[in-house]
C-alpha cells in the first residue's frame, strides 16, 4: 500500500511515475520538497522567535540563577 500524499505535488509525483514518467515525476517530487522545506523554515523560525524571547526575559529576570 503507498502512503498517503502529504500534498497535490505529492500525488502529481505518483501519477507521473504511474505512467511511466520519471522526469515529470522528479519535477513534482522536487515541488513537495520544496514545499515541506518551506514549512520545516517557518517552525523554525516560530522556535527561534520564542526561545530568543525566553532568553530576553530570563535576562531582565529580577531572580539570579
Known sequence: MEPFAR???E??????LQKGNT???LV???L???EATKKT???LEEIRNL???ILFDLKDS???R
Open 51 to 53: 526561545l530568543s524571547k
Open 41 to 43: 523554515a517557518g517552525h
Open 62 to 64: 529580577p531572580v539570579k
Open 32 to 34: 513537495a520538497q520544496a
Open 7 to 9: 500534498n497535490g505535488y
Open 23 to 25: 522526469e515529470t515525476a
Open 28 to 30: 513534482w517530487a522536487t
Open 11 to 16: 500525488t502529481e509525483a505518483r501519477k507521473a
